[in-house]
Structure formats: structure tokens, C-alpha cells
């Protein structure tokens, strides 16, 4: 075929282009909210809010993301990675503007509303991630990814805290945050779509499914369409023409397909995700995520207790942890690659780590090893993060990935609400007790895979051998 307006992908390309702009996407998001979020708890204070009422105020985002994160995962595999993700930097990046008007407590909570209900981008980047390459490539993107957002996450306090120094500091450092959020936007909006793309095909779906997995992730980002009115579909390569190669209308765009059909498309999604055999998963993300926020609740109340450690050092260590989690982001790839991307097997041993870490700082006789304990817990953290995501992933053959990691976060959100109120329980018995119920939970998730692991080897052994017939 000589059209050239049309490009078939191989199979070992992939859209390097879009890639990393998106990676630039993370970095950005997460470079304005860290700005925002070591001031919120001051500026709600000088509004005159009572130590009850800040912390109601300051778990209203908690439980927005509880309810939301699911909803707008689904709903980007119903309109389309592109609108779905322009639609929350944009009413992110209103709610980070309100929030530079709040000079009471009601604006305060009605700036985070949007915030709390949309702020989503770094989910439906990932699922956009999940889309474009294949699944070995996979752990390698996702850890890069998360490598630039931590990057973001690292520098933001600094410029935060340089610009509250000044008068209507807050402000100031919200308006820059709506800001940044509107350059991703316009990021996001003049992105490569036009690039061509790999998808790994599920291979228990017939070839018009596939087609329709496929574009149900991604319609709304590339046109459907070539010149001459045909597409060309291989088993992993399909064509795709250039948005400048053809005429263009809103009327193209599933955002605006009605309201009820939307919703019945997300039900019906979320609905299939509840009946579907990942309650092993999802209470695995649970169980680590609780004990991993319990190892962070009361860490400089414990570095200053037991240790007798300044706040200034303590957090020292903490950007110095912070740090080597971001940098271990590009150690996931050769990890999985090591381990033949058996990502149950990888999991298991992270957790198993991670456990023993979180029991090594809890009985730490030395701020020595609690540095070293410090240095592999980031490590380990981040490796698992990769791991659970991808996981899940895997066992639904990456169909509806922003249902998937949407509810992923749901499951995330649930742990930020048990964490704070577990933490403050055993606290009342000794500075240790955080962490040392972290350690139980971490051994109740350890057991939970080595019951559930054989299992999930043997439906990939199934997976690929089906694939290879």
C-alpha cells in the first residue's frame, strides 16, 4: 500500500515522542501540588480553623479521591485517554486557583472539592503508559514514570517554601500551582497523538473485540480513520493517519456523547471490575499501603524521641529517602528483566523486604541503621509500587486499564483514611508501635501471596501459552 498519509507500527517500536512528554506531565503535576501541600495545614490554621476542624477539612480530599478515583479511571476508558486528562488538569487547575482565593474556611473546603474529585492525571497517565507499550516494556515506562513525578514531588517543597516567604505567600504558591496545571493542559493538548502505536492484543478476545479494546482506551486521542477510509489491522501493528490528513469537528470527540450513555458505560465497567476475581490484589495494595504510611505517620516524633534528633536532620534523611526512591524508579526495568518479568515472584520478594525492613527500623538501636533500613525501604517501596500496579494489569490482560488503576488508587485512599487513625491508637503505647503493627500487616500480605502466587503463576502460564498458539 503507498498511501502515505497512513503509517503502519512494528511490533519493537514505540511512541518515544509522547512517552516522554508525558513523563515531563508527571514531573510537572507533581512539581505543583508538593508546593501546596506542607502549606495547607498552616493556612487553614491562620483561617481561624480549631485543631478538629483542620483535620476534618484536611481529610475532605481523602475521601473525594476515595469515591472519584474509580469513577474517572472508568470514565477515561468510556471518552478517551486525551479529553479525559485534559478534563482534570483543567478543573484541577481551577480548584488550585480557588484555593489562591480562599480567605475563609468555606472557600478553602470548596477549593478542594475539584481538586479532590479530579485531581487524577497521574492515574490516567499511567493507564495512557499502559496503552502504549507492550507488557515487558511496561515495568520499565511505569518506573521512569514514576521516577520524573518523585523528581517533581522532591523540588516542589523548596520553591514552595521559597515563595511563602514572601507576603501572600500561599497564594501566591496556589496561583503558581493553577498555573502549571494550565501549562500541562496546553501540554497535553499539543501531545504527538498522531504517532503511531503499539498495543499487545489479548489473545482470548476475537479480532473485532480486539479492535475495540484497543480504541476503547485510546479513541478521542487518535483519529480513526485513514485517508481513504480503510484501516489497516495486523496482529500487533495497525495503521493510523495524522490529525492534519483528514477534517476534524468537535462532534468527533466521545466527551460529548450523552451524559446517561457515559454513565452506563462506567457502571457497566465498574460493575465487572467488583465481580471479577482481584480481591487478593486490591487487599495485597491495601495491606502494604497501610503499612507503609504507618512507617511514615510518626517518623520524626520517633527520630526525636528515640533518638533524640532534630527536626532539621530528620528531615535531612527524609529528602535523602525521598531522593533514592525517585532514582530507584530506574532500577524497576532491569529488576523485572532479571526476574523474566514474573512480576508475582518480584512482588513477593519486595513485600517480603519491605517487612523486614519496616521490623529493622522498629527495633533500630542506632540512627546508623536506621539510615540503612531508610536507604532499601525506598528502594523496596518503590520497586513494589511498580509491581502491584502491573500485577493487576496483567490479570485483567490490561483491558480497561484506567478502571484498573483508578480503582488501585481507591484501594490507596482507604489506606490514607485507616492509616492516620491506626497510628494514633498504638502510638499510645509506645513510639514503635506504628511501625511494629506495619510489620503485622506486612506479614499478613506476605502470607496472602504465598497462598495466592501459585495461582497467578499458573493463569500466566495459561495466558502465554494461548498466546503462543
Given at each position: 500500500?503507498?498511501n502515505?498519509?497512513?503509517?503502519?507500527?512494528?511490533?519493537?517500536?514505540?511512541?518515544?515522542?509522547?512517552?516522554?512528554?508525558?513523563?515531563?506531565?508527571?514531573?510537572?503535576?507533581?512539581?505543583?501540588?508538593?508546593m501546596?501541600?506542607?502549606?495547607?495545614?498552616?493556612?487553614?490554621?491562620?483561617?481561624?480553623?480549631?485543631?478538629?476542624?483542620?483535620?476534618?477539612?484536611?481529610?475532605?480530599?481523602?475521601?473525594?479521591?476515595?469515591f472519584?478515583?474509580?469513577?474517572?479511571?472508568?470514565?477515561?476508558?468510556?471518552?478517551?485517554?486525551?479529553?479525559?486528562?485534559?478534563?482534570?488538569?483543567?478543573?484541577?487547575?481551577?480548584?488550585?486557583?480557588?484555593?489562591?482565593?480562599?480567605?475563609?474556611?468555606?472557600?478553602?473546603?470548596?477549593a478542594?472539592?475539584?481538586?479532590?474529585?479530579?485531581?487524577?492525571?497521574?492515574?490516567?497517565?499511567?493507564?495512557l503508559l499502559?496503552?502504549?507499550?507492550?507488557?515487558?516494556?511496561?515495568?520499565?515506562?511505569?518506573?521512569?514514570?514514576?521516577?520524573?513525578?518523585?523528581?517533581?514531588?522532591i523540588?516542589?517543597?523548596?520553591?514552595?517554601g521559597?515563595?511563602?516567604e514572601?507576603?501572600?505567600g500561599?497564594y501566591?504558591?496556589?496561583?503558581?500551582?493553577?498555573?502549571?496545571?494550565?501549562?500541562?493542559?496546553?501540554?497535553?493538548?499539543?501531545?504527538?497523538?498522531?504517532?503511531?502505536?503499539?498495543?499487545?492484543?489479548d489473545?482470548?478476545?476475537?479480532?473485532?473485540?480486539?479492535?475495540s479494546?484497543?480504541?476503547?482506551?485510546?479513541?478521542?486521542?487518535?483519529?480513526?480513520?485513514?485517508?481513504?477510509?480503510?484501516?489497516?489491522?495486523?496482529?500487533n501493528?495497525?495503521?493510523?493517519?495524522?490529525?492534519?490528513?483528514?477534517?476534524?469537528?468537535?462532534?468527533?470527540?466521545?466527551?460529548?456523547?450523552?451524559?446517561?450513555?457515559?454513565?452506563?458505560?462506567?457502571?457497566?465497567r465498574?460493575r465487572?471490575?467488583?465481580?471479577?476475581?482481584?480481591?487478593?490484589?486490591?487487599?495485597?495494595?491495601?495491606?502494604?499501603?497501610?503499612?507503609?504510611?504507618?512507617?511514615?505517620?510518626?517518623?520524626?516524633?520517633?527520630m526525636?524521641?528515640?533518638?533524640?534528633?532534630?527536626p532539621?536532620?530528620?528531615?535531612?534523611?527524609?529528602?535523602?529517602?525521598?531522593?533514592?526512591?525517585?532514582?530507584?524508579?530506574?532500577?524497576?526495568?532491569?529488576?523485572?528483566?532479571?526476574?523474566?518479568?514474573?512480576?508475582?515472584?518480584?512482588?513477593?520478594?519486595?513485600?517480603?523486604?519491605?517487612?523486614?525492613?519496616?521490623?529493622?527500623?522498629?527495633?533500630a538501636?542506632?540512627?546508623?541503621?536506621?539510615?540503612?533500613?531508610?536507604?532499601?525501604?525506598?528502594?523496596?517501596t518503590?520497586?513494589?509500587?511498580?509491581?502491584?500496579?502491573?500485577?493487576?494489569?496483567q490479570?485483567r490482560?490490561?483491558?480497561?486499564?484506567?478502571t484498573?488503576?483508578?480503582?488501585?488508587?481507591?484501594?490507596?485512599?482507604?489506606?490514607?483514611?485507616l492509616?492516620?487513625?491506626?497510628?494514633g491508637l498504638?502510638?499510645?503505647?509506645?513510639?514503635?508501635?506504628?511501625?511494629s503493627?506495619?510489620?503485622?500487616?506486612?506479614?499478613?500480605?506476605?502470607?496472602l501471596?504465598?497462598?495466592r502466587?501459585?495461582?497467578?503463576?499458573s493463569?500466566?502460564?495459561?495466558k502465554?501459552?494461548?498466546?503462543k498458539?
Open positions: 500500500m503507498n502515505s498519509k497512513c503509517a503502519i507500527t512494528d511490533k519493537r517500536r514505540r511512541p518515544t515522542r509522547i512517552i516522554r512528554c508525558i513523563y515531563v506531565v508527571g514531573f510537572m503535576d507533581l512539581f505543583g501540588v508538593s501546596i501541600i506542607p502549606l495547607l495545614s498552616h493556612h487553614v490554621k491562620d483561617l481561624g480553623a480549631s485543631p478538629t476542624v483542620a483535620g476534618i477539612v484536611g481529610s475532605t480530599y481523602g475521601v473525594l479521591q476515595l472519584s478515583s474509580t469513577v474517572v479511571g472508568s470514565w477515561s476508558d468510556v471518552v478517551g485517554r486525551r479529553y479525559s486528562l485534559l478534563t482534570c488538569l483543567l478543573l484541577s487547575a481551577f480548584g488550585y486557583s480557588l484555593l489562591g482565593l480562599s480567605t475563609s474556611i468555606a472557600l478553602f473546603v470548596l478542594r472539592i475539584p481538586v479532590g474529585l479530579f485531581k487524577h492525571s497521574l492515574s490516567i497517565c499511567r493507564a499502559s496503552d502504549l507499550v507492550s507488557e515487558k516494556e511496561r515495568p520499565l515506562v511505569m518506573g521512569h514514570f514514576n521516577a520524573a513525578s518523585s523528581v517533581g514531588f523540588l516542589g517543597p523548596v520553591v514552595g521559597y515563595l511563602t514572601h507576603e501572600g500561599f501566591l504558591s496556589s496561583f503558581v500551582c493553577a498555573v502549571i496545571f494550565l501549562l500541562n493542559a496546553g501540554l497535553v493538548w499539543m501531545l504527538p497523538w498522531s504517532e503511531t502505536l503499539n498495543h499487545h492484543i489473545t482470548n478476545a476475537n479480532s473485532n473485540t480486539k479492535t479494546n484497543f480504541y476503547d482506551g485510546l479513541k478521542n486521542s487518535y483519529p480513526q480513520k485513514c485517508s481513504d477510509k480503510k484501516q489497516i489491522l495486523h496482529q501493528a495497525f495503521a493510523v493517519c495524522s490529525q492534519a490528513d483528514r477534517g476534524w469537528s468537535w462532534m468527533d470527540m466521545s466527551l460529548f456523547q450523552p451524559a446517561w450513555r457515559q454513565l452506563t458505560s462506567v457502571w457497566i465498574i465487572k471490575l467488583a465481580s471479577s476475581d482481584m480481591w487478593d490484589v486490591f487487599l495485597v495494595r491495601l495491606l502494604m499501603a497501610v503499612a507503609i504510611m504507618l512507617y511514615y505517620s510518626n517518623f520524626s516524633l520517633a526525636e524521641e528515640r533518638f533524640q534528633l532534630k532539621k536532620v530528620t528531615g535531612y534523611l527524609i529528602s535523602y529517602s525521598s531522593t533514592l526512591g525517585a532514582l530507584a524508579g530506574c532500577l524497576v526495568g532491569p529488576v523485572t528483566h532479571l526476574y523474566g518479568n514474573n512480576m508475582s515472584a518480584l512482588l513477593l520478594h519486595s513485600t517480603v523486604l519491605t517487612c523486614t525492613l519496616i521490623f529493622l527500623y522498629a527495633t538501636p542506632s540512627v546508623w541503621q536506621v539510615l540503612l533500613t531508610s536507604s532499601f525501604f525506598a528502594i523496596s518503590t520497586i513494589g509500587r511498580t509491581c502491584i500496579t502491573d500485577l493487576e494489569l490479570r490482560g490490561s483491558q480497561a486499564s484506567g484498573l488503576i483508578g480503582a488501585g488508587q481507591s484501594v490507596t485512599a482507604v489506606g490514607r483514611v492509616a492516620p487513625l491506626l497510628s498504638v502510638q499510645e503505647f509506645s513510639p514503635c508501635g506504628p511501625p503493627l506495619g510489620v503485622v500487616l506486612a506479614l499478613v500480605a506476605v502470607g501471596l504465598l497462598v502466587t501459585p495461582k497467578w503463576d493463569i500466566t502460564k495459561i502465554y501459552k494461548s498466546l498458539q
